[in-house]
């Protein structure tokens, strides 16, 4: 039994992707394993997770080919072998490969797994394979399809193929590419298959640790992407699929011309018409996958910042009412066991908050947002029903922002946390003023609990080189980080202002 995200609890951000993994990339093996096991073992509740789908663009998992896959490179070829997918020969070489030469190869074993499946499995695995399709029939075959032409096709994106595939005219597709797709698309499928195995493997892992993994969701979905392949109706195409606008945010704390995503924007009218079904099933597979998620850009669902396609910045962009109660109101009733952690930063207003309340949703504070003059930010004047950070993924690192964030900002949190910059404890000093929040629920980056500086930072947004590569050595949770974290948990549970314990 999971605990309920408004309980007083505590938890760690650390993607996937962070752990190294078979070959320095992380995974669903060993590793995510053992990170479930410090988490047990220093008072954790939570582990919270960057989204799990393929990566896109600049390896960011905020711009996928699919809303719905799970992250291929997330799969364990140790677990695979374990379960007899593989022989443990087929995957001796990848321990000795770089991390760049991992992933063409791991995918080559993959299909090789896929081959001995189609040819040796028992008719049990096949029966359970096929129950995979059939409960993931909303997506998995489009997923399956789009994979398989980006590989026809060179993996130009699918703006770029010729016109019946890319209007999903079935009826002109030639012979030979329907072969194709029919035998290459196995793999794909079966990728997924092997994916969320591991991934049911990890969940029940930490539910016999009492550990709840909190997933992250998207707002929006990438542009060459299999969702909007194929479901153009409801995003705001041309007739050539082009967008018409794209998403964005207004000039914030990140940037003085605001960020430009170039997201496509949803047709709320047009999924309305349908009760909101592609979301419903994208929250339902979340809800299957996670204790609870965050859902991104929650002002989104209120209101969201529109920039005309072809604008270079997002400053011309201009404010456009989103679905807001209707949308809840329509689909969580249906998802009954699905918790959501409203991300509601940056130009956030009234409305926002009203939309968060009315459905109880905890918002989100940030240490980091915390001092910049006015008491009611100031983490004792946090709200109970909400989730604290010292930072996010997108925030720099605790210790790097002592050093170079916001000069006046630094010192008034140093000041309340009664430590200074000569400290070598500081940045703990700031987790345990975190702690003793009135925030029901705290989430720490590793890399803070680490003490990490800038170096470790996973993005810069605005930026598309340089993000989502750092890397945790499992040697560094040693005993003191043990000790500590543990000491700071049962500090906060003794602090004065703490109304239940953590």
């Not at 995003?235 to 605001?258: H, N, R």
């Not at 459905?359 to 983490?379: A, D, H, I, K, T």
């Not at 500086?453 to 080189?465: L, V, Y």
Request: hydrophobic share 40%.
């Amino acid at each position: 039994m999971s605990p309920s995200i408004t309980s007083r609890c505590c938890g760690i951000l650390l993607p996937i992707s962070s752990l190294s993994g078979e070959s320095g990339h992380g995974d669903l093996g060993a590793e995510a394993h053992r990170f479930i096991q410090f988490l047990s073992e220093t008072e954790q509740k939570y582990w919270q997770m960057l989204p799990v789908n393929p990566t896109g663009a600049g390896n960011s998992p905020y711009s996928s080919i699919s809303a719905f896959a799970g992250n291929p490179s997330f799969i364990s070829l140790e677990l695979a072998a374990e379960e007899g997918f593989l022989e443990y020969s087929d995957i001796a070489e990848i321990k000795d490969l770089s991390v760049s030469e991992t992933a063409d190869r791991k995918r080559q074993i993959l299909r090789k797994a896929g081959a001995r499946f189609q040819k040796d499995s028992p008719k049990r695995s096949w029966e359970e394979f096929h129950l995979f399709l059939d409960q993931e029939s909303f997506w998995i075959n489009d997923y399956a399809w789009f994979c398989a032409l980006k590989e026809r096709f060179q993996q130009k994106p699918w703006l770029d193929w010729p016109e019946e595939i890319r209007k999903r005219n079935f009826r002109f597709w030639e012979r030979d590419l329907l072969h194709f797709l029919g035998e290459t698309s196995f793999y794909y499928q079966f990728e997924q298959f092997l994916f969320d195995r591991q991934w049911k493997r990890l969940k029940r892992a930490g539910e016999e640790k009492g550990i709840s993994l909190i997933g992250d969701v998207p707002i929006f979905v990438a542009q060459d992407s299999a969702d909007v392949w194929a479901h153009q109706k409801i995003f705001e195409l041309d007739e050539k699929g082009l967008p018409i606008a794209v998403s964005g945010v207004p000039p914030d704390y990140f940037s003085k011309t605001g960020q430009l995503w170039g997201n496509p924007l949803y047709r709320w009218e047009i999924l309305k018409e349908s009760g909101y079904e592609w979301w419903k099933k994208r929250l339902e597979i979340s809800a299957q996958r996670f204790d609870a998620v965050r859902l991104d850009h929650f002002i989104g669902f209120c209101r969201y910042w529109r920039v005309p396609a072809g604008e270079k910045t997002a400053v011309t962009g201009q404010w456009v009412k989103g679905p807001g109660a209707d949308f809840f109101s329509l689909v969580l009733p249906q998802i009954p066991n699905l918790k959501i952690i409203a991300e509601d930063l940056g130009v956030a207003g009234a409305d926002v908050y009203e939309l968060r309340d009315q459905f109880n949703f905890p918002g989100m504070n940030v240490l980091q947002f915390s001092f910049g003059g006015e008491e009611r930010f100031l983490p004792r004047n946090y709200l109970p029903n909400s989730v604290a950070y010292t930072g996010t993924h997108d925030n720099d690192t605790l210790k790097g922002w002592i050093e170079s964030g916001p000069e006046e900002e630094v010192q008034r949190a140093l000041d309340y946390a009664a430590t200074s910059k000569s400290d070598p404890d500081r940045h703990w000093a700031l987790i345990q003023a975190l702690l003793e929040s009135p925030s029901n629920t705290a989430i720490i980056p590793l890399q803070d609990i680490l003490g990490l500086d800038s170096e470790a930072r996973m993005n810069i947004p605005g930026t598309t080189s340089g993000n989502w590569s750092w890397k945790l050595d499992l040697k560094n949770l040693d005993s003191e980080i043990i000790s500590r974290l543990k000491k700071a948990v049962l500090s906060a549970r003794r602090a004065p202002n703490v109304q239940s314990p953590l």
